[in-house]
């Protein structure tokens, strides 16, 4: 488990400075819920927020604060890990993975406050060619399940819309070759999906995707094999129902739990999932997890709900 300790509460200007991606869907929320917190913050557009973090580091700031979703945090992070500089968050996104994960408070007021006088822990965090990502990376036929979900959620609710995703998803499947490397020994497969996450994760509905409670720590690499759909559309049902411990006693599933590994694709390019974004990054992928590399801010225990 990551090690915490006691942080003192830190309110000077001086020594914490918080930033709000004026863009936001809760962005006034987050302005109201800091405001009464007693803490000044700036308004930043989100191409701006990576300069300004960094002025604010180089100045000598202590803590940083950033009111924003998992994009906005990743930015930070990328800034802040491995070095004394403490990670304070606000989490105004859809989702807030990362804060659910780790304590944070959904509840404005509350991670407002625990910003400023919380307990500081060591926190993992995953890199893909030294791009950060905190939650999830993703090929394949996860990013096309994720989207489909996105449009028909706020019609359906998330249980079902991942339902109808999941079938969207296994009509329109596609295979690729994929050779992983782990330790120095690879392993090709024809694949539809490979998926890692920052800590063990679960494939179960309705938490697909999310942390296991009590998981263990590295990156869960999770990879789908096989050519045929009925085979495929075997393995999606079983991580669905059974989560990914029945996934696991099919052979077409295979998964990992590694500090890094190497994925190679038979394209120069690929478009990946980071934490819910696309992105297109060279070929070979390399991912790492990077332990205790966050002094994160969290609520005192007792205070994170």
């Known amino acids: 488990m990551p090690s915490s300790q006691a942080a003192p509460p830190v309110s000077t200007s001086a020594e914490l400075k918080a930033f709000l991606n004026a863009e936001g869907g809760n962005a006034e929320a987050a302005r109201d819920a800091l405001a009464k917190a007693g803490i000044e913050l700036e308004a930043v557009e989100p191409a701006a927020i990576k300069n300004r973090l960094k002025q604010a580091i180089d100045h000598g700031a202590k803590r940083i604060l950033v009111a924003g979703g998992d994009g906005t945090i990743a930015t930070a992070a990328d800034l802040v890990a491995k070095t004394e500089v403490e990670l304070a968050i606000l989490p105004a996104g859809t989702l807030n993975h990362f804060a659910k994960d780790h304590g944070i408070p959904t509840d404005l007021g509350k991670a407002a406050l625990a910003a400023g006088r919380g307990h500081v822990v060591r926190a993992d965090i995953g890199y893909v060619n030294d791009r950060v990502f905190l939650n999830t990376s993703s090929i394949g036929a996860y990013i096309t399940f994720v989207r489909a979900r996105e449009r028909m959620e706020k019609y359906l609710g998330y249980r079902i819309a991942s339902l109808f995703a999941l079938f969207s998803t296994w009509a329109r499947l596609r295979t690729f070759t994929v050779t992983l490397e782990v330790e120095g020994v690879k392993k090709t497969y024809r694949s539809s999906m490979v998926f890692i996450g920052s800590g063990e994760r679960e494939l179960k509905l309705p938490i697909l995707g999310n942390r296991v409670k009590n998981g263990k720590r ?88």
């Open 218 to 305: 590295g990156l869960h690499v999770m990879i789908v094999g096989g050519r045929k759909r009925a085979r495929l559309f075997a393995v999606a049902l079983a991580g669905v129902a059974k989560g990914t411990r029945g996934a696991e006693e099919l052979p077409e599933f295979d998964d990992f739990l590694v500090d890094s590994c190497r994925i190679d694709l038979t394209r120069s390019h690929a478009l990946i999932g980071l934490d819910g974004e696309l992105k297109e990054m060279q070929t070979p992928l390399d991912y790492r997890l990077e332990r205790d590399a966050l002094r994160l801010v969290v609520a005192p225990p007792g205070e994170d709900e």
